[in-house]
């Protein structure tokens, strides 16, 4: 079985995760969720990426040059920047592979604000809700 090589990208304040207002995203820290992820999908012949900006024009660049290589899929949390980020979904729709947007928690149950997804446009498929299983879920949608 051919290995299939995916990257995770995280936008600002995801770096803060388990410290981050834990009664809404967990006690889990980015790096907790990494390595969980990747036990998961240890059967998996998957090799994963992790990136974690909190600047917008780093995750532009980062997606440019993502999207030079192989990848199966990028799974991207956007975090805020998925509510404001014309530049990131610009980046997004250049990408020869699918991407699938996560977000921890279910944004339709907080704020007016969170519900708009710009970035979402560019997306096959938008899961929320999942808490720190978002990822591996994320990865498994492109494994079915
Ligand atoms: C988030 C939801 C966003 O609204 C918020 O700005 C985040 C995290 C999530 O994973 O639930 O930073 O993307």
Redo the contacts with the bound molecule.
Sequence with gaps: MATKRFAVIN????NLLGTREPE??GSKTLDDIAKETQEKLKDQNVEIEWFQSNIEGELVEKIQQLSTQDLTALII???????TSIAILDALKMTPFPVVE??????HL?EEF?STKITAKASTVVM?GLGSH?YYMGIMSQLL
Excluded: D, F, K, W
Excluded at 11 to 14: F, I, Q, S, T, V
């Design positions: 936008g600002p304040n995801l809404i995203y949390n956007p975090a805020a920047y998925s509510h996560v977000h921890l928690s279910n944004t907080r969170r929320e978002a």
